[in-house]
């Protein structure tokens, strides 16, 4: 009989490790508080599934992500994926940035063993709990050879998505997670693992992890904006700013004043759209003058905003190379 997969569970917290003390209620408990040791334990199916290890990396309601701990995953990912009988990689972590880390991982990890992270949206102590079943699922797709080569995954409520396209798109119910453009890759049905489509975009890392992490913000775009922010952005150093514009990527003309005199002064500004779905053309159709910024293609706010960050972080001097910056955006 051959031997079953080394899986390594990197535990971060987030409500999959969350306890409440009225297993009732979905929203009133304390996230982060359940260590990875008794996730495991609660999930004895695991044993016939891989042979699991496990490392508390952090403890954190992911509300409160920063870079730090970003630097340290990225770092632990690297450590396990050189272990030569490691077989994949799983990330638990809280569902409201997932979505960032997981296209942080996207950016910046060459992933020779899959990565896949996954989540709960009811904490550990809930009545039908969601995180047993995704931790399962997710230690099954990090160690099935279909799972190889199609870069950072995110695997929750039996689907598996890319983590480029994921985004969380409801506050509480255990289908959360969509992936907007072309749907899931494919689903977990009990041993059967289906990776149907490979994502559509290039899933090497591109780029290296920050050493040091330039000011990128976002701001929106909405009926009367002022231009307060944009400016004290400026005033403050910012060296990237994403809109979440309207539609199509249109800019509200108050906000385009304000951003050009923001680009005037060497800082990066890209358009997404806050409508959450589509992309955003280039050149734009809608506002021609919105077209000296560029398109974050079909990246969200949150996400453009980790690939300006990430693209600043190796090379400041992008922003006064649009061309370059734009050809990023269209292609990762
Ligand atoms: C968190 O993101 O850490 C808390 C919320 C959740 O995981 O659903």
Request: charged share 15%.
């Amino acid at each position: 009989m051959s031997q079953l997969p080394r899986i390594v569970v990197l535990a971060t917290g987030g409500t999959i490790a969350g306890a409440s003390t009225n297993p009732a209620s979905s929203a009133r408990y304390q996230a982060a508080t359940v260590p990875v040791s008794t996730l495991l334990a609660a999930v004895p199916a695991l044993q016939s599934v891989a042979r699991v290890e496990a490392e508390q990396v952090a403890q954190v309601d992911s509300k409160d992500m920063v870079f730090s701990l970003w630097s340290t995953l990225a770092a632990r990912v690297q450590h396990w994926s050189a272990e030569p009988d490691v077989a994949g990689i799983v990330i638990t972590h809280g569902t409201d940035t997932l979505e960032e880390t997981a296209m942080f991982l996207h950016l910046t990890q060459a992933c020779p063993v899959p990565v896949v992270l996954t989540a709960a949206m009811r904490p550990s102590t809930s009545l039908s709990a969601d995180g047993p079943l995704n931790l399962l699922d997710a230690v099954r797709v990090a160690g099935h050879p279909d799972a190889r080569g199609k870069g950072v995954l995110v695997v929750l409520n039996q689907q598996i998505h890319a983590a480029r396209d994921v985004t969380k798109a409801h506050t509480s119910a255990v289908d959360a997670f969509v992936s907007p453009q072309g749907g899931p890759l494919g689903f977990v049905q009990d041993e059967l693992v289906r990776l149907a489509r490979t994502p559509a975009h290039a899933v090497a890392a591109v780029l290296p992890v920050p050493a040091r992490w330039p000011d990128v913000e976002i701001i929106a775009s909405y009926a009367q904006p002022g231009r307060i922010a944009v400016d004290a952005m400026v005033a403050a150093g910012v060296k990237g700013l994403v809109v979440a514009a309207a539609g199509n990527g249109s800019v509200h003309e108050v906000l385009i004043a304000a951003l050009k005199d923001a680009a005037a002064a060497g800082v990066a500004v890209v358009r997404s759209s806050r409508t959450g779905a589509g992309h955003v053309a280039i050149p734009p159709v809608v506002d021609p003058d919105a077209g000296v910024f560029l398109s974050a293609a079909d990246l969200n706010p949150y996400k453009a905003r980790l690939l300006l960050l990430v693209a600043l972080a190796q090379e400041p001097g992008l922003a006064a190379a649009p061309d370059r910056l734009q050809a990023l955006f269209a292609s990762v």
